[in-house]
């Protein structure tokens, strides 16, 4: 990619993402309600980054034209190549119409940014979306990948599961409608779906996550050597796999 637009970049993932963005020279362009935040996290997780090619956009992707103006949107739609949609609301409580306007308008306008753009969208949803050991399933042994979503599981059972099912859902069918179409029939294949499961703190930094009770509890209470072992897929392997799998995938279509 020559130039990316970022969305989550303050979160846990995000500015991790945006550092692996960044350490490969891609233009990139942030997202973000509050770019004084954004500069918090850096200094908090890297202490000094070089910024010289990270550009803040202040908007929303709850939003049309993602708060944008649209002379400034239609500019991006011309330069970037290359969507990380990582924003989101992780509530598993609360009331869906908040969730929803998060996680699948959000990720609706950023379908139509993508698309318009003729960028590839890689998009992070969350292995909870298969529902198990959170929701009832009706089939226990179904098969489940990236092009499976529907394995009879009760989705709105959850207000995050259910509204993660239904920003992949946009995404599936967005996929689905365009390689219809004759005339945009080279947007095939540029989608792509990361299902993350719960992040922990890597065996390589010392810094935990910010603003998570979860890993407050875990840094306060126990060893590294324990947490180590617990549920959840480590920060920097995640966010490794996340750039290998995407970079490779932009290799392939080109």
Known sequence: Y????????????????????VDRKIKIYCLVRDEKRLEKQIEYYFGKLD????????????????????????????????????????NHAGDYSVLEKTNVIGT????????SANAVLHHTSTVSVHGAAT????????????????????YWNNVYIHS???????????????????????????????RIQRLKRDVEAAVIQQESVFCIFFNQNFPRSIESQSVGCPRNRCQRLSMHYSTQANDNQE
Do not use: M
């Open 2 to 21: 020559k130039c990316v637009l970022l969305t989550g970049a303050t979160g846990f993932l995000g500015i991790h993402i945006l550092k692996e963005l």
């Open 51 to 90: 910024t010289s090619g990270v550009f803040c956009v202040k908007g929303n992707i709850e939003e049309n034209f993602l708060g944008l103006s649209e002379e400034v949107y239609n500019d991006l739609t011309k330069e970037v190549d290359g969507v990380f949609h990582i924003a989101a609301n992780v």
């Open 108 to 115: 609706k306008n950023i379908i139509d940014f993508s698309v």
């Open 135 to 154: 929701v009832l399933q009706k089939y226990s042994k179904a098969e489940f990948s990236e092009d499976v979503l529907d394995i009879g599981q009760h």
């Open 164 to 194: 993660k099912y239904c920003a992949e859902e946009a995404v599936l069918l967005a996929r689905k409608q365009i390689s219809q179409s004759l005339q945009q029939a080279i947007q095939i294949f540029l989608s792509h779906i990361f």
